[in-house]
């Protein structure tokens, strides 16, 4: 999944007619069919509700969320769906997105339908947290952490 630049990266090619640098042409990673242009300092900022396609197994359990767009640059899509109603590109088997949409993660659904696929993965069933419980998010991924981590080695090292 990428995220503006990470979309443009996630490309065939960026080209820069000397906007953001002289050097011209960056190969990209090529993993969606699109290339992206700099040819004038215009930054697009604007807030924006979109709907995911139904591309895949992610994009299709997201459904509609909110976030923002600031981007420079045109990107243009050859050959490949559009991850999001009019924005984006998402490879054919799903498993590539990329997207202009920034504060995507801010939205519940998006964070769900990304780790019920990953959970699925490992066999493992994903419970989202209680929306009405309140749990800070950064309390959760300490929480996390701590479960996972093995600690005392870490820790042990501050005390050398």
């Not at 979109?50 to 997201?62: D, E, H, M, Q, V």
Request: hydrophobic share 35%; net charge negative; proline share 2%.
């Amino acid at each position: 999944i990428g995220i503006c630049g990470g979309y443009q990266m996630l490309g065939r090619e960026v080209i820069d007619d000397g906007v953001e640098s002289c050097r011209g042409r960056y190969e990209g990673l090529g993993l969606l069919n699109v290339v992206t242009r700099f040819s004038r300092y215009e930054k697009t900022t604007e807030q924006v509700t979109r709907t995911a396609s139904a591309a895949g197994p992610i994009l299709s359990a997201i459904g509609t969320v909110q976030g923002y767009e600031i981007h420079m640059g045109e990107t243009e899509r050859t050959g490949e769906r559009e991850a999001f109603c009019g924005e984006g590109a998402v490879s054919g088997d799903g498993m590539v997105i990329g997207t202009y949409l920034h504060g995507l993660f801010e939205n519940a659904s998006a964070r769900n339908a990304l780790l019920s696929w990953l959970y699925a993965q490992k066999g493992l069933e994903f419970v989202p947290p209680d929306a009405e419980g309140g749990r800070d998010l950064y309390d959760q991924l300490a929480m996390e952490f701590e479960h996972h981590v093995q600690l005392d080695p870490i820790l042990a090292l501050f005390d050398a």
